[in-house]
């Protein structure tokens, strides 16, 4: 099957840069630089890696360029030696995705300032799976696996410092991971509201700004969150963050398209407020600057296991179980070795999107490889498959089962204001049909590769520490108390096939 | 010993200048005239600024030195490229010929490169970073708000803009050629107006037509040009050289034709469907595809990626090709005037990067190089496009020199190379 981005075009590539817009209808050309799509104004660019060809029109495929190779593994176009900026690099993400491109040629900067090991040491929590310090887990990346990534300790709000790193590298993407990522964190009080806030959208708006006016044609790849559309009661699909151009609004006998608008979104925490915020920006941005973006709506990630974590203990990447930064299935990997119950909130119905860390890599590095068309702000919802948490935490008690574990479960007052029970269609058809992307994990394989790697005694010691951690005890109404139970019960004893079902369309 | 000053009036028609100082429009160049040779001269084929400028300042044809278009494809592909000062084949006067040069404005000498004395480039010219040589003087530029070129955007979107916006930059094209003239060195110094063609493609109707509410617009324009004329031209001495050139002419321009539109529906082009269509479309079974304004290429094999023409087809193709554009009419009108075979028009080593069929059009059918549109001929806002056959040229010199009786724009660089004494 041929590439899906072989019949991507300059207007796609970041090594296009913008030159000027001619009329030579009039011999005229124009003080905008614009990327029109007139055919009768001619768009010209410059090749930053192939200066030789002059000026030309924007339209070599990646199959026709010599700088953009087939990589067999992935039946993709990957650009030579690209420079890809990870920010937020040490985190759970960055790092795992920084020795994925590392590995597959990609040239790899990035920045962290480490503010991730700090909260979670606010916390009083640790990553369970150890982790290195950067120096040593950059010694070890380029002993093992032979790359070289051009770190800085850095805040993304350090704008001066940036804009160097950025004027240095030149990166054709930026990975943008580095965000707070926690609903909870930013609903302890008003100053944690306050530094997710500042930190996430002040930080996503000064990028902004430095990539116009450093790398206008790179690719930003934001990292958004599938929280930002809610759950909506009504069950109107999910669209992936625009319209599709058949939609349609009716109201008072009157129709409406709404094709090409985002779709409307309904956060459910300060956190998921500001990554609204962040899209908007990054939206704006693009239409005013014709820069690019890939938002990236992730569902819930999961997952220890890529190949090249895998390749020695000093390359794993972070893995938190505390009730800030440990994502469910994590969570309940950790709740279940320690022999709690999986605590789940409300009725358990609540639907949600998942991805594997190796799958969400693997989008990554598709994204990366096909980027939208400069002045194209676009979105993929990044899930591989939709799953109630009570029915999640089944699977985890099961796989346990396997790993001579029996687990509970136990439902909890929901410490979040929240619908525990709703329908959720999602579409997200962009990443497979368009990119290429094949959910190759299932539950079951990565949350057996998390106990394997979990019950490990080092640490299995290292979860026992920091139990405390484990349960909520930030609520949305602002009251400091652990939430309540309200039931504690085996698996396999609850119907699961009652109630809303998720419907996940990927054609 | 006198210098050298070149004026260049980009899509300027003799008839025009010719008229206009008669009127009491240009009395500076109605001076001039009557002190000087002033003739009709030929632009080069095509009659396109890119072409012609290359063939003034190199002296030669498009075959020496490898412009034939604003745009071009990069060999071996179909993607357009778009050639500048660093495509052409050919030295251009002020990189050969002894003593400093001062070069302001010439188009299709962006990016400049190092020279003895100071160069701007002209249209296209894409920033001033790289369009001036030393570097040393764009701060001087930019103080004196120097434009590289008329925004054509405004010509679409207010005329009121527009005129604003060519008095602008002819004001400080003006005030550049002033103060450099004064504060540099210099034995050549050429200074092209290029507002002269933006005006003519967007209004030659307020030109021809004395009731259209921007007529006295126009004319005042060209009052302007030349007081600009005149306040450099006044600054010479009796042992100075004047030169003054246009590149090509200016003419009503009534209706588009759309090469490709004949091409496609007389069975020689194919395109396949495609979003947003570009010469990598072209289905391989085509033998044929034009570029602006009237450049025919034969699709032929070994030469471009998809390329089915092969030698021994390639005579009776061009033959009916050019039956088709010979039959060519709107509303009884033939459209083509001459159709040219390359080795008739050119001659040099990139002969064969050359169209293998140049048209030129009978008076007021614009042809155009549009790859998408179906229908041949239609109308767009604008009213000027350039003639082959009326550029000018005047010379006026202390020196005994014989111009050509039927000047050509290659004859320009001789005629520098015999007023500088050079041989």
Redesign the interface.
């Known amino acids: 099957m041929k590439p899906c981005n072989a019949n991507k075009t300059c207007?796609n590539c970041p090594a296009a840069m913008l030159?000027?817009n001619?009329?030579?209808?009039?011999?005229?050309?124009?003080?905008?630089k614009k990327r029109q799509?007139s055919?009768?104004k001619?768009v010209?660019i410059e090749c930053s890696r192939r200066k030789e060809?002059?000026?030309?029109?924007p339209?070599?495929?990646f199959e026709?360029c010599p700088e953009w190779e087939l990589n067999e593994n992935y039946n993709l176009y990957m650009l030579k030696n690209m420079r890809v900026m990870i920010l937020g690099l040490d985190g759970y993400l960055g790092w795992a995705l920084a020795l994925k491109l590392g590995k597959l040629g990609f040239k790899v900067s990035g920045i962290d300032n480490y503010w991730r090991r700090d909260c979670v040491m606010e916390k009083g929590a640790h990553t369970v799976v150890p982790i290195q310090r950067m120096t040593e887990r950059l010694r070890a990346a380029k002993e093992v696996l032979g790359i070289d990534i051009n770190f800085r300790k850095m805040d993304i709000l350090d704008r001066p410092k940036l804009k160097e790193f950025l004027e240095e590298t030149k990166p054709e993407a930026i990975i943008h991971y580095a965000e707070c990522p926690s609903a909870p964190y930013s609903m302890v009080d008003v100053d944690h509201a306050v530094k997710v806030q500042e930190n996430n959208v002040l930080g996503t708006l000064g990028l902004l700004w430095l990539i116009k006016e450093v790398v206008p044609e790179s690719c930003l790849i934001k990292l958004g969150t599938m929280g930002e559309y809610g759950a909506p009661l009504t069950g109107r699909p999910i669209f992936e963050g625009i319209f599709p151009a058949n939609a349609t609004l009716k109201w008072d006998d009157r129709e409406w398209s709404l094709g090409g608008e985002l779709t409307p979104r309904d956060p459910v925490s300060f956190y998921h407020v500001s990554k609204v915020q962040d899209t908007f920006n990054c939206y704006e941005a693009c239409k005013y600057w014709w820069l690019r973006s890939y938002d990236v709506m992730q569902g819930v990630i999961y997952g220890v296991h890529t190949e090249e974590v895998a390749a020695d203990p000093r390359l794993r990447t972070r893995l938190d179980m505390d009730e800030w930064f440990g994502t469910v299935v994590n969570r309940f990997v950790t709740q279940s070795i320690l022999g709690m119950p999986l605590t789940i909130y409300g009725e358990g119905e609540q639907l949600r999107g998942f991805i594997a860390l190796d799958d969400a890599m693997q989008c990554m590095v598709r994204l990366i490889s096909s980027p939208p068309e400069a002045g194209q702000y676009d979105v993929v919802n990044q899930v591989s498959g939709l799953i109630r948490v009570k029915n999640l935490a089944e699977t985890v008690a099961n796989v346990a089962k396997d790993f001579g574990i029996n687990t509970k479960i136990q439902r909890v007052e929901n410490p979040r204001v929240e619908a525990d029970k709703h329908p959720l269609e999602v579409i997200s058809t962009k990443l497979p049909a368009d990119l290429g992307f094949n959910a190759s994990i299932t539950f079951d394989a990565e949350i057996r590769k998390m106990f394997e790697l979990l019950t490990q005694p080092e640490i299995k010691a290292r979860i026992e520490e920091k139990k405390h951690a484990v349960m909520p005890k930030t609520r949305w109404d602002g009251v400091k108390q652990e939430s309540e139970s309200f039931e504690t019960y085996d698996p396999g004893t609850k119907n699961l096939e009652d109630g809303h079902k998720g419907v996940l369309h990927t054609k | 010993m006198g210098k050298t000053v070149i004026i260049g009036l980009?899509?300027v028609p003799y008839h025009l200048i010719d008229n206009l100082s008669n009127k009491g429009v240009m009395p500076n160049f109605k001076n001039l005239k009557d002190k000087g040779i002033f003739k009709e001269m030929e632009s080069a084929i095509p009659e396109i600024?890119s072409v012609s400028w290359s063939s003034i300042i190199t002296g030669v044809n498009p075959a020496e030195h490898g412009i034939f278009g604003?745009?071009d494809m990069?060999p071996g592909?179909?993607?357009?490229?778009?050639?500048?000062f660093?495509?052409i084949k050919a030295p251009a006067f002020w990189q050969t010929m002894d003593g400093t040069h001062a070069i302001i404005n010439v188009?299709s000498t962006y990016p400049a490169k190092p020279m003895n004395g100071f160069h701007v480039a002209g249209?296209?010219?894409?920033?001033l970073e790289n369009a001036v040589y030393p570097q040393k003087y764009i701060p001087m530029l930019e103080e004196l708000n120097y434009r590289?070129?008329?925004?054509?955007?405004k010509?679409h979107s207010s005329k009121e803009l527009f005129f604003k916006d060519l008095h602008r930059t002819l004001d400080a094209r003006q005030n550049t050629a002033l103060q450099l003239w004064d504060e540099t060195k210099w034995d050549t110094f050429m200074f092209v107006i290029?507002g002269t063609?933006?005006i003519g493609?967007?209004l030659w109707d307020a030109y021809e037509d004395e009731n259209h509410e921007h007529h006295q617009n126009f004319l005042d324009y060209f009052k302007r040009v030349d007081e600009v004329v005149g306040s450099i031209t006044n600054k010479m001495s009796d042992e100075d050289s004047l030169i003054m050139i246009s590149d090509h002419g200016m003419g009503l321009s009534e209706t588009n034709v759309i090469v490709n539109a004949v091409l496609k529906n007389n069975g020689f082009l194919e395109l396949n469907d495609a979003e947003?269509?570009?010469?990598?479309h072209i289905k391989a079974n085509s033998k044929a595809f034009a570029l602006?304004p009237g450049r025919i290429y034969l699709n032929k094999e070994g030469k471009y990626?998809k390329g089915t023409v092969k030698k021994e087809d390639e005579e009776q193709i061009l033959k009916d090709l050019t039956s088709t554009f010979e039959n060519l009419e709107k509303d009884g009108k033939k459209v083509i005037k001459k159709i040219f075979r390359k080795e008739e028009v050119y001659s040099g080593p990139h002969l064969e990067q050359a169209p293998d069929l140049i048209l030129l059009s009978n008076k007021g059918f614009n042809l155009?190089g549009?790859?998408?549109k179906t229908e041949i001929f239609d109308k767009?806002i604008?009213t000027g496009m350039h003639t082959q056959e009326d550029a000018f040229l005047f010379v006026k010199t202390p020196k005994s020199i014989e111009l050509p009786k039927n000047p050509k724009v290659t004859d320009v660089f001789p005629i520098i190379n015999k007023i500088n004494g050079d041989t």
């Open positions: 207007w030159k000027g001619v009329d030579f209808r009039a011999c005229g050309q124009s003080k905008e799509l055919e009768e001619q010209m060809l002059g000026h030309f029109e339209t070599i495929t026709q | 980009d899509g600024s604003f745009m990069i592909t179909y993607t357009m490229s778009f050639p500048n660093n495509s188009p249209f296209v010219a894409l920033d590289i070129d008329v925004d054509s955007e010509g290029t063609d933006r493609h967007f947003r269509q570009n010469h990598n602006d990626p155009r549009n790859l998408t767009d604008f």
